[in-house]
């Protein structure tokens, strides 16, 4: 399996559907203010794929000098990056990376269907990224990232 493409990097497979996909598959930018979060997150949702297909997607993880924080520079390349004219779903950490979303997504800084996803940031991610795997549409890959504030543990 190819490790998520970084922000701003091609996507790691040429075929902008995924590998053995017939449409394009929906993308999924994971906003972290850890940059090593944002990459964890994103290899673990990709990997529990199980290779179904390569789903687009990219970590924007911590600020501009590589610290802790937010980027909306990274956040918009990593969206870009990800864009298969399907939908982008952003699931953002905390605070300040849903505001930073936000405002990119007001100012039409982000793709068109691009949207963020009200959902815990791993199991979210998770379950964003795997039913994205499976050829879904936006509006059902925001659904599922959703459901995994419902996942119960005990």
């Not at 040429?14 to 929906?26: E, H």
């Not at 405002?103 to 815990?120: I, K, M, N, Y």
Request: charged share 15%; aromatic share 2%; net charge negative.
């Amino acid at each position: 399996m190819t490790p998520p493409a970084a922000p701003g990097s091609p996507s790691p497979s040429s075929d902008p559907r995924g590998a053995g996909s017939s449409a394009p598959l929906v993308g999924v930018v994971l906003v972290s203010h850890s940059a090593s979060v944002a990459r964890s997150v994103a290899e673990l949702a990709a990997g529990l794929t199980g290779g179904a297909a390569e789903v687009p997607v990219a970590p924007a993880g911590g600020g501009p000098d590589g610290g802790l924080g937010t980027s909306s520079d990274l956040i918009a390349s990593a969206a870009r990056s990800v864009d298969r004219g399907v939908g982008v779903a952003v699931i953002a950490d905390l605070g300040s990376a849903v505001l930073t979303v936000k405002a990119l997504l007001a100012d039409d800084e982000l793709p068109s269907g691009a949207r963020l996803v009200d959902a815990p940031f791993l199991e979210g991610a998770v379950a964003a990224v795997v039913s994205a795997s499976a050829g879904a549409d936006i509006d059902a890959v925001a659904a599922a990232a959703g459901e995994a504030y419902d996942y119960r543990k005990a």
